[in-house]
């Protein structure tokens, strides 16, 4: 008989003890990166998070002799599952000690609650949508990791395996890359063709451009028609651009954010951000007070940092063929060379999109980083 007592989320005290559960448990981890205690808890309150129009989530919680040893988010995304025809329950924050017990005791907690509502098989770590992390660390463990990626010690795959049932569903790879000191050669060549052939430019926008000019949503609704085959994407609605637009556009330094116009009309983008890694690693436990709002400014308006995060890039697929991605690569690289980055950490992208994964033959990079989504029948 298990020992495991498994409790469920019920008010905001327990909230805040399932989301401190992974700083306590990475907190000797120099590899890990704390991320940001108020966009945790934002992220999982119903009332913050527009993801809940379209999603129901309650959260686990694992003791044993009343201390915590794990935890787990339950999830579904019912518009995800319509557009992918499945009836799927997520799981995500997906954390626990190095005990089979407990993380057998937390994925039947999903499976059953799953159950109840009609589902019939879970996939995960997942979040609410995409542009929450995914994924479950199965190679660079010895990497240090991003705010932007789940983190986990290396006996988590390990557990997956010995669980039994679980499959590969999908891998995400993740490079990084030197930043070259002279712009490569094809993409130069492949920008001028472009220009000249296509009429194609390159656009930089003012913080205005972005925030009152509605060019930071179409931004996310180009995002939503490139985005759309990928694994497990589900189209992002007004509210929940809305809320990206405030927590990633509002903050970024236009300098790095590139767009590729048509006459007046997107067709590109490309939204990279200093690596904030080493700055969070200098909060504590992932708060802002008392000075780790200083490390982050730092970070963002000084660029105390030699890593630059290649967060999102998208380009409709009839510019694909036609070589906007370089435009966006040739103007980008030239902003880090200007602040002096030498490294450009890009984020996961799908172990089958080759054309994707392909652009990186050009510069001086290694796969350093893989992350799985696995699949159960229940």
């Known amino acids: 008989m298990s020992n495991i007592e498994i409790r469920t989320v019920t008010n905001r005290r327990q909230l805040r003890q399932f989301v401190q559960f992974y700083y306590d448990l990475y907190r000797d981890c120099d590899k890990a990166v704390p991320y940001l205690f108020f966009d945790e808890m ?84 997942l979040g609410f949508i995409d542009t929450d992390r995914e994924g479950m660390l199965v190679e660079g463990f010895d990497e240090l990791s991003t705010m932007y990626v789940n983190y986990n010690y290396d006996y988590y795959p ?139 400014l730092r970070t963002l308006k000084l660029h105390k940092t030699d890593t630059v995060d290649l967060l999102l890039i998208g380009v409709l697929p009839e510019y694909r063929a036609k070589g906007a991605n370089a435009l966006i690569f040739d103007d980008l690289i030239r902003q880090f060379q200007r602040y002096g980055f030498r490294w450009a950490d890009a984020m996961p992208q799908m172990e089958r999109n080759e054309a994707v994964r392909s652009q990186w033959q050009y510069l001086e990079s290694r796969q350093h980083r893989r992350h799985r989504c696995y699949r159960k029948d229940i």
């Open 42 to 125: 934002a992220t999982l309150r119903p009332d913050r998070n527009p993801s809940f129009e379209c999603c129901e989530a309650t959260y686990f919680m694992a003791f044993r002799q009343g201390k915590m040893v794990g935890r787990v988010a339950a999830i579904i995304n019912r518009r995800a599952n319509e557009q992918w025809k499945v009836n799927q329950v997520r799981f995500g924050w997906f954390d626990f000690i190095d005990d089979l017990e407990v993380s057998r005791a937390l994925l039947d907690a999903v499976a059953q609650w799953g159950r109840e509502r009609g589902m019939t098989q879970m996939a995960g770590p």
């Open 158 to 296: 390990r557990h997956i395996e010995q669980l039994g049932g679980f499959v590969k569903d999908n891998d995400y790879m993740e490079y990084k890359v030197v930043v070259p000191e002279v712009v490569p050669e094809k993409f130069s060549k492949i920008t001028q063709m472009v220009k000249q052939r296509y009429g194609l430019r390159v656009h930089k926008f003012t913080r205005h451009e972005l925030l009152q000019g509605g060019y930071g949503h179409e931004v996310f609704r180009l995002l939503n028609l490139t985005y759309k085959d990928l694994y497990g994407f589900s189209q992002l609605s007004e509210r929940q651009i809305d809320k990206l637009v405030n927590d990633y556009i509002k903050l970024a330094d236009m300098n790095l954010i590139t767009a590729v116009m048509d006459g007046d009309r997107m067709v590109g983008f490309g939204i990279t951000f200093p690596s904030f890694s080493k700055a969070l690693q200098q909060t504590r436990d992932g708060r802002l007070l008392p000075l780790g709002w200083w490390h982050l």
